[in-house]
């Protein structure tokens, strides 16, 4: 069975950093794009970026270009998120899924239960 | 504001049909394939649709979806209490070279 197992619920303060988790198990960890994806709360969803484990390859979308770092360690299946700086703007529940391609052609088949993340002072 | 537009809210009875529109351009739905992905409150959201219209094993065929130029349809027959949830239609914009998703709609089975 195809899991995407993401970390617990983080509060943290402004200018903290961060780093949170998504361990797929079940299926072949490097085969597949893993991709994240944020939720505001009482909002739509918005593509932060996609992370292919098999060689690191990373792409991310304009909007969150530089604003995090997505990895991956092939050891462990487990793809990772990070913020060196923490805005109360980054508050949201973020989500994790799997991709079998990038590009035109492509779309989440399985996502993680989500990991909250809280940013007050 | 999403380069996918999609109604906020739309709403039908129990047993009846629905349709949610997902409007786009050339560069994304005119050109690329559309998912659609099914978020239940307080829940991940899960996958509906993908290459336009097929549907995963573990959805049922209540659940169909078209495309037509630059614009993409879900629709739901049959209508269940359910079905309330929030819907997404997503795509690749070939102009960004990115993935986009649309604003959302919110599904009440009245």
């Known amino acids: 069975e195809v899991q995407l197992v993401q970390s617990g619920a983080e509060v943290k303060k402004p200018g903290a950093s961060l780093k949170i988790s998504c361990k797929g198990s079940?299926?072949?960890?490097?085969?597949?794009?893993i991709g994240w994806v944020r939720q505001r709360p009482g909002k739509g969803l918005e593509w932060m970026g996609v992370?292919?484990?098999?060689?690191?390859?990373?792409r991310y979308s304009p909007s969150f270009q530089g604003q995090v770092t997505m990895s991956a360690d092939k050891s462990t299946s487990t793809a990772y998120l990070q913020w060196s700086s923490l805005k109360a703007s980054d508050t949201a529940m973020y989500y994790c899924?799997?991709?079998?391609?990038?590009?035109?052609?492509?779309?989440?088949?399985?996502w993680g239960q989500g990991a909250l993340v809280t940013v007050s002072s | 504001q999403s380069v996918l537009t999609q109604p906020p809210s739309v709403s039908a009875a129990p047993g009846q049909k629905v349709t949610i529109s997902c409007s786009g351009s050339?560069?994304?739905?005119?050109?690329?394939?559309v998912s659609w992905y099914q978020q239940l409150p307080g829940t991940a959201p899960k996958l509906l649709i993908y290459?336009?219209?097929e549907r995963p094993s573990r959805i049922p065929d209540r659940f169909s979806a078209s495309k037509s130029g630059t614009s993409a349809t879900l629709a739901i027959t049959g209508l269940q209490t359910g079905d309330e949830a929030d819907y997404y239609c997503?795509?690749?914009?070939?102009?960004?070279?990115?993935?986009?998703f649309g604003g959302g709609t919110k599904l009440t089975v009245l």
């Open positions: 997503e795509t690749w914009d070939s102009s960004l070279s990115a993935l986009v």
């Open positions: 290459d336009n219209n």
């Open positions: 992370i292919y484990p098999g060689d690191s390859d990373t």
């Open positions: 079940g299926y072949s960890f490097t085969s597949y794009w």
């Open positions: 899924a799997r991709r079998a391609s990038y590009g035109p052609r492509g779309f989440f088949d399985y």
């Open positions: 050339s560069s994304t739905i005119g050109n690329n394939y």
